[in-house]
Structure formats: C-alpha cells, structure tokens
C-alpha cells in the first residue's frame, strides 16, 4: 500500500515536472496578458500560475485522460475571473500597465480575447465556462477587437467613441 | 463584415498577443509542487477524519441500541397492577 503510494507519487512528479516544462511558458504569458502586466515584471500573473499549477497538481490523479492543460487553463480563466472583480478599477487598486498590448482592455474583455483567440477556446465553451451567452462572449470579442485595433492604429485617441454606443 | 476581414482583425489581434517565449522562472514549479502536495495531504487527512467520525458514530449507535433496546416494548407504568380479586 505504502509502496504503491509512493510509486503513484514519484510518477505524478515525474509526469508534472514535463507538463510543467511543456505548459508553463504559455500559460504564463496567457496570465500576463490577463493581469495586463509588462513581461518582466509579473508578479500578479506568476501567482495566478503557481495558483493554477498547485491545483493541477493535487488533482493530477484524477485526470482520467482529461487534458492538464484543459483544467490549469480553466483555473486560470475562472480565478481571474471571481479576483478581477476586487482586484481592478477601484482607486489605488491595480491599473494597467501600458507596456502590456492589452492594457487598453477592461479585465473581462482581456479575459475573452485570450480566451478566444490567444488560446483558440470555442465560443460555445468560453460561455459555459464564464457563465454568459454565446451572443454576449461574441460581442464582447468583437468589441474588443474593434477597440485594440482602433488603439494601436490610433495611439492617442481623444474621446473613446465606443462609449457612444446608444443603448 | 464580410467574414475574410474578420479573419484579418482576428489574426492581428493575435499577432499583437503573440510574443517571444520567456523562460519561466523554476521557483514557479517548486512553489506549485509545495501548494499542491499540501492540498493532497490535506484532502488525505479531511477525507481519514470522516471516516473516522463515521465509524465512531456507527460504534456509539451499536452499543446505544444494544443498551437501550430501543424495539422493546416499554413496561407499562399508567395502568395500576391487578391485585386483590
């Protein structure tokens, strides 16, 4: 019993150790892009990684065939996603850096266009997995690449003509 | 929108995304290694505890029972003795 325990151990480090070495690269800059840090100093994203590395991880075991990559990506997606909330916008709370390509973004639409197109998520799955409609997942992508082109077409726009948007 | 250039806008945004590969840093592994056996090991003690607490009360209901034998008719203490005919 003790044995079998120990070998499951040594193999779940083994197997770790390289999804670790194949994943994490990725799955960093995902998190940079996320937290709209610069990529030198990302303290916020590496702790969204280690997050998500840790609980991958303890669950390594259970995969039965599920990809790791798969869930420290839903992990990473949702743990945004519940922080975002207290962590950005408020006075003295974290801004965007500007070093960062979508530091013009509000954190919910970082969060779908990585999604979206930096890890290539279907539509369908990035809304199961954010709790919102396929539609509005559509929409906020589409607004949000019209903004980021828009931008860096125009570094200095004047009035965010997005805002103008009737209701 | 015709749908090549929505393609087009989708492929620069990504190529705005892209970037070259950093290394990451290995107390990023180590860390993550630490957290998550502390996360097993802790999930291992929670899920001994209940057990253990439901063996205790599958024990204490047993001896309970065999005590209080709780399906045998109770004396009855309303109906005064017959005596006396």
């Known amino acids: ?167 | 929108m015709s749908p090549v250039r929505g393609n087009d806008r989708e492929a620069a945004v990504r190529r705005l995304m892209e970037q070259a590969p950093r290394p990451v840093p290995a107390e990023i592994h180590t860390e993550a290694v630490r957290r998550g056996g502390r996360m097993l090991r802790r999930r291992t003690l929670a899920r001994r505890v209940l057990w253990l607490l439901a063996f205790a009360a599958v024990v204490a209901f047993t001896v309970w029972a065999l005590t209080a034998r709780p399906w045998v008719e109770p004396p009855s203490d309303t109906t005064p003795p017959l005596t006396g005919w």
């Not at chain 1, 945004?80 to 960062?100: K, L, T, V």
């Not at chain 1, 396929?134 to 726009?157: F, G, K, M, S």
Request: glycine share 6%; aromatic share 6%; proline share 8%.
């Open chain 1, 1 to 167: 019993m003790r044995q079998r325990h120990a070998s499951q151990a040594t193999r779940r480090d083994r197997e770790f150790e390289a999804f670790v070495a194949g994943a994490a690269g990725r799955l960093l800059h995902a998190a940079t892009l996320l937290t709209a840090e610069p990529p030198d100093d990302n303290p916020r994203a590496r702790r969204l990684l280690t997050l998500s590395l840790a609980h991958t991880y303890a669950c390594w075991d259970r995969l039965r065939g599920e990809d790791p990559y798969d869930r420290a990506r839903q992990y990473v997606a949702t743990r945004f996603a519940r922080g975002a909330w207290h962590q950005y916008g408020g006075f003295g709370r974290a801004r965007p850096h500007p070093a960062s390509p979508l530091a013009p973004l509000t954190p919910q639409e970082r969060l779908i266009l990585v999604l979206r197109l930096y890890e290539g998520v279907g539509e369908e799955q990035t809304a199961a997995l954010l709790g919102l409609s396929t539609e509005r997942v559509r929409a906020i992508c589409h607004r949000a690449t019209t903004t980021l082109l828009h931008r860096t077409r125009d570094p200095a726009p004047a009035v965010p003509a997005a805002k103008a948007v009737p209701s």
